[in-house]
């Protein structure tokens, strides 16, 4: 039986994401694009951004394998510099106290950084935040931001915050377009997909998400209705349901 479980589960893995203070468990598919930058990693190939890269840990590695010595990842998962780690969770934990010190000893002109986990609570607000660095790129649960200045851009990235923000206007409209909500699924369902989770890949449900934790309501809610009418699945449906929520709760305390 356990054999037989294992060749079950082999091509996969549950992970998590998160939006709104909510944990989505879901499983996913090995043999497919998974917790990897590729994307914002091309978009930095393409427009010749090089140079040194404060990135999540989770990353480090892809960096090293496929785009050094182009960009130059600050750490990655091996800790193999001890002084690097702590200085990474250091700027993790408490940003606006840790970053001023950290650029002085690492200066870097590129973040990538790794949205809906525990640690971008802190880390991610602060880079949204920050007048000195500039949202080029938002993909899965990666977002890349580069200094601003650094580099010359093309007007899509130059205006990829803009764009977005752009879209938060038009929220309304977006949302009248959703479908309703499907309806609640029956016991057997739940325990057909506890002991045998489909096969997934929801790249277009982790953007929505970063996009959403961000911010940026308009363009999730938009990526969530595509996704929604070509597959319709159980991790499609919970992340609408939580975004419909926040959405009505905030119109309710305003």
């Known amino acids: 039986v356990i054999m037989i479980l294992f060749a079950l589960t082999a091509r996969g893995i549950n992970t998590k ?9 879901y499983y996913v598919d090995l043999t497919k694009s998974y917790n990897n930058p590729d994307k914002a990693l091309q978009v930095l190939a393409e ?25 130059k990842p600050f750490t990655d998962s091996r800790f193999s510099d001890l002084p690097a780690f702590f200085a990474y969770m250091a700027v993790q934990r408490n940003p606006e106290a840790a970053w001023p010190i950290y650029e002085t000893l690492y200066p870097a002109d590129i973040v990538l950084l790794q949205s809906n986990r525990p640690l971008a609570v802190k880390i991610v607000p602060f880079f949204m935040n920050h007048p000195d660095w500039i949202l080029i790129f938002v993909k899965g649960d990666s977002l890349l931001f580069v200094k601003k200045g650094r580099f ?12 977005l923000e752009e879209k938060n206007l038009h929220l309304d409209e977006i949302n009248a377009h959703i479908p309703d909500p499907p309806l609640p699924e029956s016991f057997l369902t739940k325990v057909k997909n506890f002991f045998f989770p489909p096969y997934l890949y929801h790249g277009d449900e982790q953007t929505a998400i970063s996009l959403f934790n961000l911010g940026f309501k308009g363009a999730a809610l938009e990526i969530m209705m595509n996704a929604r009418k070509s597959n319709g699945d159980i991790l499609t449906h919970g992340v609408l349901d939580q975004m419909w929520q926040n959405l009505k709760q905030t119109r309710s305390e305003e």
Request: glycine share 8%.
């Open 17 to 25: 994401v998160y939006l709104d203070g909510k944990t989505y468990q």
């Open 152 to 163: 010359a851009l093309p007007d899509e990235l130059a205006n990829y915050r803009a764009n």
């Open 47 to 71: 427009n010749k951004i090089e140079g040194w890269v404060f990135n999540a840990m989770a990353y480090g590695g892809y960096i090293f394998w496929h785009n050094y010595p182009e960009l």
